[in-house]
């Protein structure tokens, strides 16, 4: 009996692992392969369901594209990060075992520097779209960007805080490994003291709930302002136990923050809340940006699971959104442009593309694969709705 | 006459492993079974290493993470290039340690740093009672985790960022060749004088001591060996993924590895082996399917979508404890099943006596 | 240099914390004191609590739910008591264990398949969150009612314990187990009253805590879980006083740790530090009584 269990074992094992091969498609239909690769739990769950409708509502629009005269249908592999950069090389892996041309993603910049060299090795061309890290494509020639990165928007965030909010004292919370935290934190103080302000970094770590004690800290110290560049999950939390403990002064951030669930967590707390963001639907001066909002809206009202993923409304957007759509139709350029579905011509086409006239503005590649914008909005927080604040050109 | 042909049969086993492994490699290196092969090998090694104080010195440890993740980082730190530090450790300027060891010298020091920990927290913790040591163990982890991630330790340890661009191998073979090295000697180690007496000190401490042998001894010597082992199975497991973090090696990934020691068999290298394996291709591959929403055969079938998979997969590892707790190979070896077994025979016996 | 208040502040907040640990620690400490088992999952029946109030309340007032709640919860606990731990009776103690840990990942990846692994917000039970002045120190609510509470049920759980028949018979099955069989103590009924206790505070720790903390995530549970076990084996495992002031000593020193921007990352690892020395030095716990190895 047992003789035989093993056998069987050994043979399921066997057969399981020769059975590999045979992961291909149908022959009737040419098909090119989007990796989306984002995180669909954890921390930025909801960041990243949000990027996917992006993704989606474009792929929707422009289902196949042209290789050689030949139409293809473009097919989407969706693979889930779980916010954790621990986890990301799996999931890239995933993807690069399916055999995707070019993959999309990520929401977070610890998952995406995690992967990168994963894409690279496999000489699989990356499209971040709302990681700003610059560690994620320096060095990483597979690797491209549709957001503005984060010493541009640390100097926005900062300059806006000093400036604006009068903050000469600033409260930087980082969660400790988070890339994305770690590295915008250090934007921000680098500007803020250019600037002739101080600020101190408060970091607490992954999974922590309980901010009783730091924002008692941060009360005692007499900081006029905080800035937590930190992900949605914790965002809700900073800003109600800060305002619980009686801190008054603003607290800011950067892109995590753009999104609708915060607002709903914290309901009359969220008072003073100001971050940077991608994009603006309510700016009627980008047509793209016009066309793009109504579009989506409806697209994201037709269907129920759409409009759960985008937070339960109709009428908001996250400026991530965007961002997915802008890398979908960048993906899309560039296959058509290198004539082909290998990842290296896929790459080359990458590096010298351009596509005017993005949502998020026209769209160029320099020289570490970073898209050229000097483009931001600050948006804010009022009765429970994501609204615009301020814009910065420079 | 017996030996023999085991050695030529396994043998041609290891050789026909080896080709297979190297056609995987040329034609499909970023294929699931490539990743499979290569993560499965890594866990069969630190499933093996636990396996030895768990199922075979009867240490209840709990600590396999934390000396993973000393290997891991002991690896990384060493072989990033001179010339990566600087973007690496981009908080730190570039570090305080401005060399770089070649990758062999790198992965032996992988295993002998956690050893020198392993010896370490040994000395008090080793005389603790077997869940009193499962604690403590874990608590290690916790705290060793806590260390690396400090910021005053950050030109070395780069903090709790992570650290990426060191040595990394080219051939899926590597990490399936250094393990199964390193799983030979642990077993050369079972079979030896040390093992008779770590499955002496398993069975009856005090009976064991009694014989003669130096319990304190014996158990570090095995703590020691499996933080060795575990170790360069950390530094396989960072070369894998090609970038490391400390915040991956909690407790959870312990948990994992012990539910792979539990489905091969508690006590059984080449149980520890097949479960391995087989629960990085479940959990990473096989299963996979369920997590997809996507019609089957015209059939929308409701349950199915994300995290489907490690519920069921769990469900299937609590079946296992419950109803099949010996695991797939109980205490037995796989070569075990084709020897005569004369005690089958002597069951039988007695029971027709019985009767 | 800090004021005052804010060392106050800290001290309150430690109390809480340590108050919601004592609440999870009489779990483990009443389940090991009768079973020598690490209820590894009983963090995760916390958690589970957690998602009843949400799911539930999405249909009734949380005034109505919380009842609800603590059933569900209570039920949970005993299920898995037989589903998972009482075949094992008679099995090592480390497939039990194994068992726990095994219980442990399938909630976490039910939780995790249930919620799609997003965290959730908690409903708000009225009145709770409102936040008063005490001088220059601001806290809510929960924070007062938290330590009270924690208070009102050990002592009522003392009082169960030393005068009631079933106290008795948990006492006598803590002590010796089989010796507490031979004399016709129905063991299974005393071991499902111990989960039925210790699921019920755990569900009442969880109602505190996620209101305090305004949300769930799958898991949420383990962290607390392991600091409650510490504080167990920190006070003497088996005694609940000595669980609930070993809490409270985690609670604070954790909360004081935290505030120390050198060291705040340490505010984990010290729980661990601490079990560890209580081991080697004490490992009966401060309140523990002494055991002698039998043979």
Known sequence: MKKFLALMLALIMVLGLAACGNSGSKDDEKVVKIGVFEPTSGQNGAGGKKEILGIQYANSLYPTVKINGEEYKVELVVADNASDASKAPSAAQTLISQGVSVVLGTYGSGCAIAAGDIFKNAKTPAIGTSCTNPQVTLGNDYYFRISYIDPFQGAVMANYAYTKQNSRNVAIVIESGDDYSAGFGNYFEKEMTRLGGASKVIEFQKGETDFTTMMATIKSGNYDGIFAPVSIETAAMIISQARDAGFTAPIMAGDTWDDISIAQRTGDKASDIYFSAFFDSSDTSNAAGKEFTDGFLKWVAADAARTADNGGVTDAISSVTPCGYDAYIAAIKAIEAANSTKGEDIQKALVTLE????????????????????????????????????TYNG | MKNKKFLIVSLILAAVCIVGVLYVNANMRYSMLASVLQKGAIYALV?????????????????????MMLGAYTYAILTIPVAERIAVYQYFDGGIIQFCLPMAVGLVLAGIVPMLFAWLIGKPVLKLKSDYLAIATLGFAEIMRAIIQWKNLGPLTNSSNLLK???????????????????????????????????????DEIAAEAMGINLAKHKMIAFMTSAFFAGIGGALLAMFQSSVQAAAFTSAMTYEILLIVVIGGIGSVTGSVMGAFLFVA???????????????????????????RMLVFSVVIMVVVLFFRKGIMGDKELPDLWKKRPKKALKKASKKEVA | MHEASYYIQLLLSGITVGSLYALIAIGYTMVYGILRLINFAHGDIFMMAGFFMVYLCTGMSPLVALPLVLIMTVILGVLIERAAYKPLRTAPRMSVMISAIGVSYLLQNLATYVTGGLARAYPEIPGLKNTIQLGSVSVNWITIITPVLTILLVVVLVLLINHTKI????????????????????????????????SFLAAVASVLYFTNYGQVSPMIGAMPGLKAFVAAVFGGIGSIPGAVIGAYIIGVCESFIKANETFSVFSNAFTFALLICVLLFRPNGLFGEKMTEKV
């Open chain 1, 355 to 390: 596509v005017p006239g993005l949502v998020t503005g026209d769209l160029k590649f320099d020289s570490n694969g970073d898209a050229v914008k000097n483009y931001a909005v600050i948006k804010t927080i009022k009765d429970g709705q994501i609204v615009y604040h301020d």
């Open chain 2, 47 to 67: 499933a093996v290493a636990l396996n030895l104080l768990n199922g075979f010195t009867g240490l209840f440890s709990l600590g396999q993470a934390g000396f």
């Open chain 2, 165 to 203: 661009r060191f040595a990394n191998y080219e051939n899926i073979l590597f990490p399936m060749v250094v393990s199964a090295v390193c799983i030979a000697i642990i077993v050369l180690m079972i079979n030896s004088t040390y093992g008779r007496a770590f499955k002496a000190i398993r069975d």
């Open chain 2, 282 to 308: 479940c959990s990473e591959w096989w299963l996979r399917f369920l997590d997809d929403p996507l019609p089957y055969l015209g059939v929308q079938i409701p349950f199915m979508r994300g995290g489907f």
């Open chain 3, 167 to 198: 106290g008795m018979a948990m006492r006598a099955v803590s002590r010796d187990f089989e010796t507490a069989q031979l004399m016709g103590i129905k063991i299974n009924n005393v071991i499902s009253v111990t989960f039925i206790i210790g």
